[in-house]
């Protein structure tokens, strides 16, 4: 999202996957959204998600879409029309 002097003010992430075991239908993951701070409030991240969701799902086919999200923002995401689903393990390099 961009403000009137063309400054990026929200932004995200939409990767597609195809899944093999779903009759090679794609599932949408949406990642690293962020709003700036000075912006926050005027419901730029529920815009955002909302954009990427519709992108997923009603343009690119999407069966479902999903993204991880750190504990403090479930009640955001909810607000958005998320559900809780299981839980993420990662690995990283050592």
């Known amino acids: ?3 009137e002097s063309g400054k ?3 932004a995200g992430t939409l990767i597609v996957e195809r899944k093999f075991i779903r009759m090679c239908g794609t599932c949408g993951h949406i990642e690293d959204i962020v709003v700036d701070s000075a912006q926050r409030g005027k419901n730029l991240g529920k815009i955002l ?3 990427l969701k519709d992108l997923a799902m009603r343009e690119l086919g999407c069966y479902k879409v999903i993204l991880d999200c750190e504990e403090g923002k479930v009640q955001f995401y909810e ?3 998320f559900t809780e689903k299981g ?3 990662t690995f ?3």
């Open 49 to 51: 998600l909302k954009s």
């Open 92 to 94: 990283y390099r050592s």
């Open 79 to 81: 607000k958005c029309g």
């Open 87 to 89: 839980r993420q393990m």
């Open 1 to 3: 999202i961009v403000d």
């Open 8 to 10: 990026i003010v929200a």
